[in-house]
């Protein structure tokens, strides 16, 4: 027997590893901190939805979406393991790392995968256990195996897999796809071009190293920067669509209108800043910001259907 790393053990016939990984490592393979929003947004669709569920089976729906969330993150770490040794943001991770071999992080995916997919079906319903398979397969297949390496578009194909979530979460209680959930996931699916090419552009050098065509390495930093302020113009303009469309009220509209308008304004900082500039402030703004907005518009519309719902139940008892 060996010790390597100081995690890896070689069995006596040197044919695989077995390696010594702390439930730390896995739980990181889940990208907590990228998921935690994920999660957040398919809690947010399972609360917006007209109907009831049942609070054991909407925590049962949250975790489900959750587990499949973090099978997505492992499956992509597996896949992406010989980039990620190489990039600067991601080389520490388990796999790059050596404290998890790629063939744990592969069943270790698949299997949360398969978990969460057929509990969400027995429990819930099969509509929802199907959008969440169809995620899985949407980020791990088309955007972490095709897209990703093969064209500067990857993430905005790619982003619809982190837009279904709010979907979910509404299919769990209505068992059914509306016009409102779909404008949940059209609201995601235009924020992700902004929030991720902000990093690219100060994560230009990263991707040039792995040959991951980018956009601002592709097509440059000015075409990326006003593609960025076209799409949060689309993303603000989207997230006052709820008022108009009737599920959320003029007073959300207003939050929206207002974050939109923040959105736009970080964008544009992006866009006046000088290619080439050496350290990026508006790109890293815009990330952050970006984050934060996703945040505040899906906890807009939770807090407008509290209100909501108290101002007709004291209409009620009135
Ligand atoms: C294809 C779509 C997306 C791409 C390409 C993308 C890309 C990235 C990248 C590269 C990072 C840095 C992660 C790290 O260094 O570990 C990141 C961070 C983050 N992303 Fe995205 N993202 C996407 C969609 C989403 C979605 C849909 C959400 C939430 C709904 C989201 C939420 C976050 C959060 C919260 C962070 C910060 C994590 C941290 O602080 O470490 N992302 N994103
Ligand atoms: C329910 C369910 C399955 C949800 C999945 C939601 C989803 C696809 C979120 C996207 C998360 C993300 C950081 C993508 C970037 O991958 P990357 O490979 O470009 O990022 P990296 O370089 O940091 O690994």
């Not at 399972?46 to 569920?53: E, F, R, S, V």
């Not at 069943?107 to 027995?122: H, K, P």
């Not at 040959?211 to 076209?230: C, F, W, Y």
Request: charge should be neutral; include cysteine; proline fraction near 5%.
């Amino acid at each position: 027997m060996r010790v390597i790393n100081n995690h890896e053990v070689l069995v006596n016939d040197g044919e695989h590893l077995l390696s010594e990984a702390s439930a730390r490592d896995y739980f990181e393979l889940l990208k907590p901190r990228v998921m935690s929003l994920v999660v957040f947004t398919a809690f947010a669709g399972l609360m917006l939805a007209p109907g009831h569920i049942n609070a054991v089976l909407g925590l049962i729906s949250i975790l489900c979406i959750a587990i499949g969330a973090g099978a997505s993150g492992a499956l992509n770490m597996w896949y992406d393991a010989d980039i990620d040794a190489i990039m600067t943001r991601t080389a520490r991770r388990p796999i790059p790392a050596g404290r998890i071999t790629p063939k744990e992080a592969l069943a270790f995916g698949l299997i949360l995968s398969c978990f969460s997919v057929v509990i969400l079906g027995l429990a819930v319903n099969w509509l929802s256990a199907s959008i969440l398979a169809f995620t899985i397969f949407f980020y791990v297949v088309v955007y972490t195996m095709w897209l990703k390496r093969s064209t500067p578009q990857n993430i905005v194909i790619g982003g619809a897999a982190g837009a279904f979530p709010p979907m979910i979460g509404w299919a769990c209680v209505t068992n059914s796809v509306t016009i409102e959930s779909t404008v949940l996931f059209l609201i995601i699916f235009l924020w992700t071009p902004a929030h991720f090419w902000a990093l690219a552009l100060f994560k230009m050098r990263d991707y040039e190293a792995v040959g991951v065509p980018m956009l601002p390495n592709v097509s440059g930093e000015r075409a990326t920067k006003h593609q960025i302020v076209a799409y949060a113009v689309s993303t603000a303009v989207c997230g006052v669509v709820p008022t108009f469309l009737g599920f959320a009220s003029a007073g959300y509209g207003l939050a929206a209108a207002s974050l939109g308008a923040v959105f736009i304004c970080c964008s544009i900082a992006v866009w006046r800043m000088p290619d080439g500039d050496p350290k990026m402030i508006p790109a890293k703004k815009l990330f952050a910001f970006s984050i934060f907005y996703l945040f505040a518009i899906f906890s807009a519309l939770m807090i407008d259907r509290l209100a909501s719902m108290l101002v007709s139940h004291a209409g009620g008892v009135l």
